[in-house]
């Protein structure tokens, strides 16, 4: 992660994301460059000031149908929610991808375990949704 996050490559990454939203394999191998870049105080800051979060609500929505996507997102998540700037800013987003849910139950911790709660149920083997949902649910 040292040489990856002054070389741009959490903006590579989130370039790559935003670039194909519509593939699975893309966004977990994001997800993952932004969960190892997250490790540092500068690389979550870097993450932050890139626009990850915003990359990672868009990822969160198809990783109903991708364990691994699932996975990674959730790994990068509980990274982010560790560190105090990563929480804040994980509070602080809106929208969230949530399903039957008002425009304002969307922000937040809330709509953010709105929005992982559905991955629980999809894949409640994977251990990373579950500590996810467990750190979420501990922040609150």
Excluded: Y
């Amino acid at each position: 992660a040292t040489a990856v996050v002054p070389g741009g490559g959490v903006e590579a990454a989130i370039a790559a994301m935003e670039g194909h939203g519509d593939r699975a394999d893309v966004q977990a191998k994001g997800c993952l460059a932004l969960a190892n870049a997250s490790f540092s105080d500068e690389g979550e800051a870097r993450v932050l000031k890139a626009g990850g979060v915003r990359a990672l609500a868009q990822a969160l929505q198809g990783a109903n149908t991708d364990v691994a996507l699932a996975e990674e997102v959730c790994d990068c998540i509980s990274n982010l929610a560790g560190g105090e700037a990563g929480l804040s800013a994980l509070a602080a987003f809106k929208p969230w991808p949530a399903k039957d849910a008002k425009d304002d139950e969307t922000g937040g911790l809330d709509g953010l375990l709105g929005a992982l709660e559905p991955l629980l149920e999809a894949w409640p083997q994977c251990e990373s949704v579950r500590e996810c949902v467990e750190a979420i649910r501990g922040k609150k």
